[in-house]
T-cell receptor
Framework: QKEVEQDPGPLSVPEGAIVSLNCTYS??????FMWYRQYSRKGPELLMY????GNKEDGRFTAQVDKSSKYISLFIRDSQPSDSATYLC???????????FGAGTILRVKS | GAGVSQSPSNKVTEKGKDVELRCDPI?????LYWYRQRLGQGLEFLIY??????PDKSGLPSDRFSAERTGESVSTLTIQRTQQEDSAVYLC????WGQGSYEQYFGPGTRLTVT
């Protein structure tokens, strides 16, 4: 079993929809949780990070962490075609540790 | 300012040859990471450098893989006697302790194809 599980999709939604992306994990030592966006043939771009449990909002993006369930989510409101990309969840134990990534979910927003 | 840069952007090599990949981190970033991304998969940690500390090599898949970094500057990842399963995108990231290690900034990657 992988440490971080993420549905690869693809997830196809109409423009303006609310998108929900999720990851589950098995290692309770993870403290930092991140979401990266990766466009085709580009490096990952950090979107959101959250320390421990809780919610964080940044514009159209909201990240949620539920450590009791070992479950993290990224919500995208008013999705746009430019949001079409692969979304990678990542987490670490902190203190300069390596990031452990999910496989990534391919999102397609259709206009 | 300038982001993380990597070279070459693409590399095609024959099985059995050695390759060297280069990463230039963001100026002032003390931490540098190498990851590998196979087609359709997430990133796989390879090695981590932090200042003058001994590198964390726990992710290197075999002794054919090695990496060096001089101070807080350029890093090179070397793969000896390449195999077809080494074909992947190799990504470098850097971060600053002042910002917290979670803020890893990635370069565009080197796409390695072993024929």
């Amino acid at each position: 079993q992988k440490e971080v599980e993420q549905d690869p999709g693809p997830l196809s939604v109409p423009e303006g929809a609310i998108v929900s992306l999720n990851c589950t994990y098995s290692n309770s030592a993870f403290q930092y949780f991140m979401w990266y966006r990766q466009y085709s043939r580009k490096g990952p771009e950090l979107l959101m990070y959250t320390y421990s449990s809780g919610n964080k909002e940044d514009g159209r993006f909201t990240a949620q962490v539920d450590k009791s369930s070992k479950y993290i989510s990224l919500f995208i409101r008013d999705s746009q075609p430019s949001d079409s990309a692969t979304y990678l969840c990542a987490m670490s134990k902190g203190g300069g540790n390596k990031l452990v990534f999910g496989a990534g979910t391919i999102l397609r927003v259709k206009s | 300012g300038a982001g993380v840069s990597q070279s070459p952007s693409n590399k095609v090599t024959e099985k059995g040859k050695d390759v060297e990949l280069r990463c230039d981190p963001i100026s002032g970033h003390t931490a540098l990471y190498w990851y590998r991304q196979r087609l359709g998969q997430g990133l796989e940690f390879l090695i981590y450098f932090q200042g003058n500390s001994a590198p964390d090599k726990s992710g290197l898949p075999s002794d054919r893989f090695s990496a060096e970094r001089t101070g807080e500057s350029v890093s090179t990842l070397t793969i000896q006697r390449t195999q077809q399963e080494d074909s992947a995108v190799y990504l470098c990231a850097s971060s600053s302790w002042g910002q917290g290690s979670y803020e890893q900034y990635f370069g565009p990657g080197t796409r390695l194809t072993v024929t």
